[in-house]
């Protein structure tokens, strides 16, 4: 006499055999079948521009050292002097009120150009220079725009590599560290010393830097660097904590999962 616990198994093999399959939970179905309704494509979306603000500015050149801490940088072949490139500036003089006014000067970062981020900051023209009578001034970030030191991006690596062009991202050695915070800062050092002597001889007018996200960082870190040339920065939706040993690595994933679970059950 088999034990009574084969006897059971073999009781529920037979009953499953003429047995019906479960029902497939409605958590598993797949998508298109059951009570999933068939996803619908979704119309083409392009989200609209914001309006550019008119271009009423002076555009100026700047002479910078291509760099500002190796003396022993290679020269100009041609006129045998350390080497420097033309960067660009914009100058907004319309609300001036003359010496002693401030100056807003933009720190410019990543992108395409100064002349871009510009079409987008009609509030500091419009608002802020016109309250404040102060001078704008928009620095380009080296290396960006129009602001490079070795020639026109254009001829780089793409779409075949050409050894003959000096283009300013052409590989070399000797330009390892050029593109660096610290030299855009001491760039930008050099602007608002020039123009402190050009504009204000007695060092009178306030400075006030400002720019949104990296630019935002930046115009920090020239107020801290140089607070003797800068007297207030404003940082726009710029982590300037975001650094490790600052602030929570994790913070912004767990921002992120705490709003979408806010929206989504």
């Given amino acids: ?99 002693g006014s401030p100056v807003i000067f933009y720190t410019g970062a990543e992108g395409s150009g100064v002349d871009a981020i510009w079409d987008h900051s009609g509030w500091i023209i419009e608002q802020l220079a016109a309250n404040l009578s102060a001078l704008v001034v928009f620095a380009e970030h080296r290396f960006f725009g129009a602001s490079m030191p070795f020639g026109d991006a254009a001829c780089a690596l793409y779409p075949t590599f050409n050894a003959s062009c000096d283009s300013s991202f052409w590989p070399n050695a000797t330009r390892l560290g050029l593109l660096s915070e610290e030299q855009a800062l001491q760039d930008f050092a050099m602007v608002a010393h020039g123009l402190r002597e050009e504009l204000d001889g007695g060092w009178e007018s306030p400075f006030i830097t400002v720019g949104g996200s990296l630019a935002g960082e930046i115009s920090t870190w020239f ?23 600052l602030s929570d690595p994790d913070g912004w994933y767990r921002v992120v999962t705490e709003a979408f679970g806010s929206v989504c059950d």
Wanted: hydrophobic residues 40%; without cysteine; aromatic residues 10%.
């Fill in 1 to 99: 006499m088999l034990p009574a616990a084969i006897l059971a198994l073999l009781a529920l093999g037979l009953g499953a055999a003429g047995a019906q399959p479960l029902p497939r939970p409605e958590s598993l179905r797949r998508p298109g079948q059951g009570l999933w309704p068939k996803p619908s494509p979704l119309p083409p979306f392009s989200p609209p521009l914001p309006t550019q603000f008119p271009r009423t500015y002076e555009l100026r050149w700047f002479e910078q050292p291509v760099d500002h801490f190796n003396l022993l940088q290679p020269v100009d072949p041609q006129t045998r002097r350390r080497r420097t490139f033309k960067q660009r500036l914009l100058f907004h003089n319309a609300s001036y009120g003359g010496a």
């Fill in 223 to 245: 107020r801290i660097r140089y607070p003797h040339l800068i007297d207030m920065a404003l940082a726009a939706s710029a982590p300037i904590l975001g650094y490790p040993g």
